[in-house]
């Protein structure tokens, strides 16, 4: 199995702030991480894929990085309707693993 | 467009079965893996299972393993997870999600969740 550790467990941050979510692994992943982003009672939405690749529609202010075991997620640009809650999850191998959560809320 | 729909969660006590249903459609059914998410009520995202396009591979998490079984069937759009020998700690919010894919130098891989369905919910208590 395959251990995430995904942090910080909570942000709070201002509309317009650059923040950093990080997601470390237990044993390296090439690039098989993808970025989730959820809001209160809704299904999770994919916003990056292969740990850098946008998925389509998504706005250019987000941004992932890393490879083997480190990862981040940057939202350069924090706006009203990024306030939620963020996973990471690896598809390396199975059981795909998630991330703890972050959840950014408003400072 | 894509949808998925899951159905036939509810509450249930301890120790029986449920079956839940996921309806597809906007898309070609047949070429898609597809999996189970679960999220307990205020705790975050757990991957439950897989089943292959073809129904070929499957894959469970550990605390499912055993009790829970995956299955699909293409001729009418379908994917369902049979869970058995219900305990509490399995209630949550159960979502079925479609695996994105992309062809990379001839091989299909793998590119995380790209459609989720909006989630049916599971109580187990007595």
């Known amino acids: 199995v395959i251990w995430m550790t995904q942090s910080p467990s909570l942000l709070s941050a201002s509309t317009g702030d650059r923040v950093i979510i990080s997601c470390r692994m237990s044993?390296?992943?090439?690039?098989?991480l993808a970025w989730y982003q959820q809001k209160p009672g809704k299904a999770p939405e994919l916003l990056i894929y292969a740990a850098s690749t946008l998925q389509s529609g998504v706005p250019s202010r987000f941004s992932g990085s890393g490879s083997g075991t480190d990862f981040t997620l940057t939202i350069s640009c924090l706006q009203s309707e990024d306030f939620a809650t963020y996973y990471c999850q690896q598809y390396y191998s199975f059981p795909r693993t998630f991330g703890q959560g972050t959840k950014v809320e408003i400072k | 467009q894509v949808q998925l729909v899951e159905s036939g969660g509810g509450v249930v006590q301890p120790g029986r079965s449920l079956r839940l249903s996921c309806a597809a459609s906007g898309f070609t059914f047949s070429s898609y893996g597809m999996h189970w998410v679960r999220q307990a009520p205020g705790k975050g995202l757990e991957w439950v299972a897989v089943?292959?396009?073809?129904?070929?591979?499957?894959y469970y998490a550990d605390s499912v393993k055993g009790r829970f079984t995956i299955s699909r069937d293409n001729s009418k759009n379908t994917l369902y997870l049979q869970m058995n020998s219900l305990r509490a700690e399995d209630t949550a919010v159960y979502y079925c999600a479609r695996e994105a894919i992309t062809m990379v130098r001839g091989v299909i891989m793998p590119r995380g969740l790209d459609y989720w369905g909006q989630g049916t919910l599971v109580t187990v208590s007595s």
């Open positions: 089943i292959w396009y073809d129904g070929s591979n499957k």
């Open positions: 044993q390296g992943i090439s690039s098989y």
